[in-house]
């Protein structure tokens, strides 16, 4: 190609220019617009790993997070800083002149990556519209599902998420069950719930419950009859944002007023679950999404 340097630099502030475009749009959408840490992410999510996968080609857009470069460029790869410029623009020649360039370095957690090595190659890339990259893999292991959408909220929750799987070991224990809540502290309430149910299972049986029973116990004859309820009606179709875990927690706290009712004091939680829809399905208020 025979594009002149002064050319070719255009570009980076053609890129820069985008990047601006695409923060006020993200601001105006409220959606993110940052590179994730992946130090943050590690940390939350406590990742395992990482295991060396070799040589792959990877999809840009699932490339979501740098290790130590998340503030120097957004989350389509172009550059938010200044500082960046030199750089990018020997990558940017180099991509022009068709010479050949080595393999980035990315982690892999879930779907989506990280770069170790290879930011800028990255953007230069990505501004260029190539859709894949080759790339050295090293594959984190994560106990939650990981997704390009991924954002800060999400993050949160997956790492409560997390936390509330290593306390418990639900996902060991009971392999098919689908513990998931969207709401920011509804693992914690899940945590209260399990030990509320192990204290009275304890005094029932007059013995100390190992936490394992506990978990057992609270999923096969609370949490997942509850659930059952909760899915043959349908009344998720009515709340797409929400989960059965999300409803399951919004019964729970149902529970308590029904049994505050002249007669209905012995309510279990399947009771409330059918009471719970019954004043759905003749348009009583429901929890805000």
Known sequence: MNTPDWGMDADFQLARAK?????????????????????????????????????????????I?????????????LPTQTHTEQRWNRINRAWYREISLPPVLLYKVGEVYFVIDGNHRV?????????????????????VPV???LGPDDLERLGERVDFLERTRID??????????????GYDRLL??????????????RREIPEAEAVVHWHDTLFHPVVQVI???GILEEFPLRTATDLYL?????????????????????????????DWSTGSEMPDE
């Open 19 to 63: 990047a601006f475009f695409h923060h006020v749009l993200s601001v105006v959408l409220r959606q993110p617009r940052e590179l994730l840490s992946y130090e943050q992410v590690r940390e939350k999510l406590h990742l395992g790993g990482p295991i060396h996968r070799g040589l792959q080609t990877v999809g840009i857009d699932r490339i």
């Open 65 to 77: 997070g740098s290790v130590d470069r998340y503030r120097d460029f957004d989350r389509l790869f």
């Open 123 to 143: 953007s230069v890339a990505r501004a260029r519209g190539q859709e894949f990259i080759e790339a050295e893999v090293r594959e984190c292991v994560a106990r």
């Open 147 to 149: 997704t390009a959408d």
């Open 172 to 185: 060991q224990l009971r392999p098919a069950a689908r513990i998931e809540s969207t709401v920011l502290g």
């Open 192 to 205: 209260e719930h399990i030990a509320v149910h192990r204290y009275f299972m304890g005094i029932d049986q």
């Open 231 to 233: 899915e043959r009606s």
């Open 250 to 278: 919004w019964v729970m706290d149902h529970l308590h007023f029904l049994r505050e009712r002249p007669g209905r004091e012995q309510a279990d939680p399947a009771d409330a679950a059918r009471d719970f829809l019954q």
